[in-house]
């Protein structure tokens, strides 16, 4: 699905402590960049080409996440916090606003559960547009120096 980075913005300290005592082998994988706030991770979203959707139940613009299609090439998807949500800045700056529909009383999964669905629902919209997933994977020299980088971080 080419790179996965997370992103953090500071001010949140109870999360970032969450953060990283997430699955240990997984941050060895996964990429975090910190931002000062919410508006300077758009901004380099922005500078980047990214498309950004913010998950969210309480908006008029907010489409099911199955009939929202994936197939930009730079995606970023915004999670907000179980209790909280996202932050106004996000909702605003976010292109689009998504939601997985529920059924029931429950208006919410927990952050690793709605993760999982949204990535697997843009993995499986990827894996058959067109000429596949070859679309969205890093060349040859972007994995080699991404694997390098990786490995060589503490």
Not at 88 to 99: I, M
Not at 139 to 149: G, I, M, R, T
Request: hydrophobic share 35%.
């Amino acid at each position: 699905m080419g790179q996965l980075c997370s992103g953090t913005v500071t001010g949140f300290e109870m999360e970032q402590r969450a953060m990283s005592r997430t699955s240990s082998s997984a941050n060895l994988w996964v990429e975090t960049v910190v931002f000062s706030d919410t508006a300077s991770c758009f901004d380099a979203l922005e500078q980047e080409g990214y498309t950004s959707f913010a998950t969210t139940m309480h908006s008029q613009e907010s489409s099911c996440l199955y009939q929202t299609p994936w197939t930009q090439p730079r995606v970023a998807v915004w999670f907000g916090n179980e209790t909280r949500g996202l932050t106004d800045t996000a909702l605003s700056r976010a292109e689009r606003h998504v939601h997985i529909e529920m059924q029931g009383m429950v208006e919410s999964l927990n952050l690793a559960v709605s993760t999982g669905i949204v990535l697997s629902e843009i993995w499986r919209q990827r894996s058959q547009v067109g000429d596949g997933r070859e679309r969205y994977l890093l060349s040859e020299p972007e994995q080699h120096a991404l694997v390098k980088n990786l490995l060589t971080r503490k």
